[in-house]
């Protein structure tokens, strides 16, 4: 099993005084996702809960929606010139009634810490594709100061980070701001990935009365995999890209953005944020 960190050499200037010494930094390795044996996608990761991403990955593809899906995940041998095993390659096998999507060349996936898709085929394949529709699920209302707590309480659990400063994080919180789990990982939507997978191994999807907050931006996939996985708030502490607020807007999501201390910016699903009517401008 790859480290979650590992050391280098730096060289340290502060202040005109030069000196060198260690530095603790993120690992980051590539990690082959195989489905029933065959190559699916390639990711680039921080070594750890693999598995979980694995199957959190294949419920953002709509692939895996029950824990009753999955039958096991193994990691399997790698690339070496001696066949070992490097820990950077597993198959996921699904049970044997659950529809396999069409594995050819051209629908392998190579995917990275700032991936996505774009174009309204995909706003519209995720609207059809989602198992749970967030408009359907009994209503979630969370408050502004609700929201203004969780970056911290996120930022107090990430561990790693502490020791390195090079991860992204996603947390899954209750709507009454209770934190269920947390990730860490190089790349924003593996961290998002392995929430979802854990979640999906332990039998809790959907995730239908939870707030997932990620520590970056709100990308369309990152969207995406919150609507796969029935969540219906999705808060960062960053902006949203367009297609995030579209697909937000398309599947009721709730999306708030730039959320820093007291303030923040809901994008859509602003039914779901308990505001003073007086408050609202605009």
């Avoid at 340290?12 to 260690?22: E, N």
């Avoid at 708030?233 to 953005?257: F, N, W």
């Amino acid at each position: 099993m790859g480290r979650v960190t590992e050391r280098r050499k730096v060289i340290r200037i502060r202040d005109g005084a030069v000196s060198a010494r260690p530095d603790t930094l993120v690992a980051e390795e590539p990690l082959e996702i195989r489905l029933n044996g065959r190559p699916l996608a390639i990711t680039m990761r921080t070594p750890g809960d693999d598995f979980a991403l694995a199957a959190g990955f294949l419920v953002s593809e709509g692939v895996l929606a029950e824990q009753e899906d999955l039958r096991n995940i193994v990691y399997c041998a790698g690339a070496t010139a001696d066949g070992s095993n490097t820990y950077n390659v597993v198959d996921v096998r699904t049970a044997p009634d659950v529809p396999i999507p069409d594995i050819t060349l051209e629908r392998n996936v190579y995917t990275t810490s700032s991936c996505g898709l774009c174009g309204k085929a995909s706003l519209d394949a995720v609207r059809t594709t989602a198992r749970w529709p967030i408009a359907d699920t009994p209503p979630v209302r969370v408050t502004p100061e609700l929201l203004a707590d969780l970056p911290d309480r996120l930022r107090a659990a990430q561990r790693v980070f502490d020791r390195t400063g090079g991860l992204h994080a996603a947390a899954l919180f209750t709507e009454d701001g209770e934190l269920v789990d947390v990730r860490e990982d190089v790349g924003r939507h593996n961290a998002v990935d392995k929430l979802v997978g854990r979640a999906l191994r332990n039998g809790d999807l959907p995730l239908s009365r939870s707030v997932l907050l990620v520590s970056g931006r709100a990308s369309f996939e990152l969207a995406q995999k919150a609507v796969m996985a029935g969540i219906p708030v999705l808060a960062a502490v960053s902006a949203p890209s367009s297609l995030a607020v579209d697909l937000a807007g398309e599947t009721g999501l709730t999306l708030v953005g730039f959320l820093r201390g007291s303030s923040m910016n809901v994008y859509a699903g602003e039914d779901r944020v308990t505001l003073r009517a007086a408050a609202v401008q605009g």
